[in-house]
């Protein structure tokens, strides 16, 4: 076991540590894995199955389940695009077919994913950029955003 | 000067903080309050300022405007071009009666003291002198239905819960709020937090539970945010922990975040997912109240109905019994959204006209065209045509007219919709969101966009309408739970109000 191996080992037992007198624990901890490395990856899904004592693929089944929970390392930004009826209504399709075309690129630093509905309804189309939620967007804003977000690069 | 600029995300993602910066920059006298959203987005970013017991608002006001305006906030000038007049008489004139969302857009969310001198813990104080058979009896009396969609009698569900004798008992927040066209409980959550807490700590003193999560789904983080910053100022009030407000009894609530699944918002998938599990539903029965959480009775209910529990403790069970119509009392917190001049929140005693609320309160369509479809009650519910605007906003009235009330949510659309899309995006958002448990939902889902693709290619177009028809029918029948049971309800009505949308695409081109 390499240095960082031990160290991502140790981590791992201290997150479980830190929630497993909860009730129900686990969506927790794979929340606060993928906090700290950006994912959650196959030896971080056997280590907490291990702590936990529960069996591998529970804790894969679960981490399968929720689109929020990843097996791969995501790119530097996020991008949460609505695609539901409020934003649909407001011009969103447009607006979500032109990230989706522009996540295509391989150098796009963008994660574009569809997610239905961020409750900014009124102020539809709305995305979320690492977090922060913006509203009334258009194909041209959103391509600006993930042209910036790409070092414009992928204009 | 005291001057009011919200922290609402939505008001956020249109430039509310460049308009809190370029208040203080311009002016350093001024003390500005953030507070959450009064609902009027059509005017935000909205900013208030005090001045003989009144609030006088502004909007939209764009960080450039500041410097036009500050003379304007200074002297209550009313003549500004973006004055709005005193805010409390314009939600009057519109009929809106603030039961649940009071404070919302009125005190900065989570503080303690605003919060108390606003009526906070008035509910709460007077539960504490009750019995919780009385804070039961209270809540039937009002009553109050859940706001979550089902409409289920609040007092009913914790009687159930009171009844029951397994301990430890819960309280579940359902802050999953998933639905597109809904932004109440985001709302609440980030402009008057407390209330929920306040509203969950009742229900914990009527029904014996201890302990409350909030499930709050991953994509509101800013109402975490304030989530965390009122339980932190709750538990240093003494409001929270071992004693509530020095009764010598407990209660103390935790926030849980989702991950992104929707149908975490369907109350035995939220109990697995806070279990820590996958988000499939349970069968039901056994209901929630009976072996919910980790198979303890649980009361789970959303947002809207525990902020609502204060008040009617509060004021009594009158103030919400005696207002709505029919089965449906209180206020129904309108979300209007989508194609509309005028979206916002309006919270209005059950009972007006869909027609109303899209044309004198919405202003029509955006876009300036005729509206000519709406969903209501979320991506589960009909789209409502033109022909059905005289249907009352009421949980039975709307459902005979073959509608949904759901969330309160209320998509408008111009007349350039495509309602076979909106149909075939439905049963797709149907097999994205489905947890897989049942076949009608998993399967259904998927075949029924297969279909709708093969009536609009033109393609035995009769015999595949009577096939979509009839798997909509099974779904209904067949599923495990309203996911895959209602989605074909937006499908059917799209079929049966606009036929013409059904019709083929291919002569179209050239």
Known sequence: ?????????????????????????????????????????????????????????????????????????PRPHMLKVCRAEACQA?????????????????????????????????????????????????????????????????? | MNVCVPCDSTAVSIGADEVADALTRNDPAI?????????????????????????????PVTAGDIPGLLD???????????????????????????????????????????????????????????????????????????????GFPTGIKWQTVHDAEATPKYIVCNADEGD??????????????LALLEGMTIAGLAVGAEQGYIYLRSEYPDAHRMLERALESARTNGMLGDSVLGSGRAFDIEVRIGAGAYICGEETSLLESLEGKRGMIRFKPPLPAIQGFLSRPTVVNNVI???????????????????????????????????????????????????????????????????????????????????????????EEFGEAGGMIGHGGVVVFDDTVDMAAQARFALEFCSIESCGKCTPCRIGSVRGQEVI?????????????????????????????????MAPYPVLSALNHFPDDFEPRTTAAV
């Not at chain 2, 009027?40 to 009144?54: A, F, I, K, S, T």
């Not at chain 2, 089965?327 to 109303?356: D, M, W």
């Open chain 1, 1 to 73: 076991m390499s240095k960082d191996e031990t160290g991502d080992a140790l981590e791992i037992e201290s997150i479980c540590a830190r929630h497993e007198q909860r009730e129900g624990p686990l969506l927790a901890i794979l929340h606060e894995v993928q906090e700290g490395h950006g994912y959650i990856s196959n030896e971080a899904v056997g280590r907490i199955a291990h702590y936990l004592n529960l069996t591998r693929a529970e804790v894969y089944g679960v981490v399968t389940f929720y689109p929020d929970l990843r097996e791969e390392p």
């Open chain 1, 90 to 155: 407001a011009g969103g399709r447009e607006v979500w077919a032109t990230a989706e075309a522009m996540a295509a690129d391989p150098d796009c630093q963008v994660e574009v994913e569809p997610v239905y509905c961020l409750g900014n309804c009124p102020c539809g189309p709305a995305v979320q950029m690492d977090e922060r939620t913006l509203g009334r967007f258009t194909p041209e804003k959103v391509s600006a955003l993930i042209a910036g977000a790409s070092g414009g690069s992928s204009s």
């Open chain 2, 31 to 59: 003390t500005v309050k953030r507070t959450g959203s009064r609902g009027l987005y059509w005017l935000e970013p909205m900013v208030e300022v005090e001045r003989d017991g009144q609030r006088i608002g502004y909007g």
């Open chain 2, 72 to 150: 304007a906030l200074r002297s209550g000038d009313t003549g500004h071009p973006l004055c709005v007049g005193d805010v409390e008489a314009l939600l009057e004139s519109q009929g809106q009666r603030r039961l649940t969302l009071r404070r919302t857009g009125v005190v900065a969310p989570g503080e303690w003291a605003d919060y108390v001198a606003n009526g906070g813990t008035e509910g709460l104080r007077k539960a504490l002198d009750m019995e919780p058979q009385s804070i039961v009896d209270a809540v039937k009396e009002s009553g109050l239905r859940g706001r979550g969609g089902a």
């Open chain 2, 180 to 193: 597109s066209g809904t932004f109440a409980d985001r709302m609440l959550m980030e402009g008057d937090p």
């Open chain 2, 305 to 395: 109905t525990l902020g609502t529990v204060p008040t009617i403790l509060a004021e009594g069970a009158e103030v919400h019994s005696s207002l709505g119509m029919n089965k449906s009392r209180g206020t129904l917190t309108i979300q209007l959204c989508g194609n509309v001049a005028r979206p916002g929140l309006y919270e209005i005693p059950f009972g007006v006209t869909l027609g109303h609320v899209i044309n004198d309160l919405g202003g029509g369509c955006a876009s300036g065209r005729p509206p000519r479809a709406v969903q209501v009650g979320g991506p589960l519910g009909a789209y409502m045509p033109v022909e059905r605007f005289d249907t009352p906003m009421a949980y």
């Open chain 2, 453 to 485: 693709d093969r009536i609009t290619d033109d393609d035995d177009r009769e015999a595949n309408i009577a096939l979509l028809r009839e798997l909509c029918e099974t779904m209904i029948e067949g599923s495990l739970c309203a996911h895959g049971g």
